[in-house]
């Protein structure tokens, strides 16, 4: 018995005798359900250079194996829509409003056309990260993007204080997912609109080649 781990001030090193860097997915469950803790935390450096924490209640065993497993990837997180720690990204966040998913988001001019415009490419981003939560939270899983047709309608500045980008599911053909999205401009006035085809994979392989490991809302968690 190595009584330098027994004494070790990490409570995790000493329980399961055996230093950090050697912990296995079981070790870590195994600890979890025999002290019956409810709650993983995960911490993370954002953006904004601060150390955050995403919390996770543990429901049930496969909840707890899916949350670590899609744990390991935290610090890897670069998605250039909503990754909250990508310095260069759009730092996205989405909410649930009935059939819709919404999101609010200020433009910049580092992400200009023309003078003061809003990128084209940019706006696109905007509705397909949209369309693929929407994929995420309504039918709990994910996939790719296979065709996405975008009207833009009036030009948008970015010096608006807000947009608002909208989006909802239309149609279902098996696994390709019809989805309409909007942006909104502060005034409320449509500027650009999206029709877009979404191929959804099975749960199954979303989580283990995407990491996906269910979108629940804050009340849900």
């Not at 150390?51 to 997180?77: P, Q, S, W």
């Not at 260069?88 to 919404?102: Q, T």
Request: glycine residues 6%.
């Amino acid at each position: 018995m190595n009584q330098e781990l027994l004494m070790n001030p990490n409570c995790l090193v000493a329980a399961l005798e055996k230093p950090a860097a050697e912990f296995t997915k079981a070790d870590i469950i195994s600890f979890i359900q025999k002290n019956n803790i409810r709650m993983v935390n995960f911490m993370y450096p954002a953006a904004d250079g601060r150390l955050k924490t995403l919390n996770f209640v543990i429901n049930n065993a496969a909840y707890l194996d899916a949350i670590l497993t899609c744990g390991e990837r935290v610090d890897g997180y670069m998605c250039f829509g909503c990754a909250p720690n990508n310095p260069l990204g759009l730092h996205m966040e989405f909410f649930e409003d009935g059939d819709d998913i919404v999101a609010f988001w200020k433009p910049q001019g580092t992400y200009q056309g023309w003078l003061r415009t809003l990128h084209g490419g940019i706006q696109t981003t905007l509705m397909d990260e949209l369309a693929g939560w929407v994929v995420l939270r309504k039918l709990q899983t994910s996939g790719v993007t296979s065709r996405l047709d975008a009207k833009f309608m009036k030009s948008i500045s970015t010096d608006e204080p807000q947009l608002t980008i909208r989006g909802r599911m239309t149609d279902r053909k098996r696994n390709a997912i019809f989805i309409e999205t909007e942006i909104y401009n502060s005034a409320n006035e449509l500027c650009t609109r999206a029709e877009m085809v979404y191929f959804i994979t099975p749960q199954e392989r979303a989580m283990e080649e995407f990491g996906f490991c269910g979108c629940k809302t804050e009340d849900e968690h």
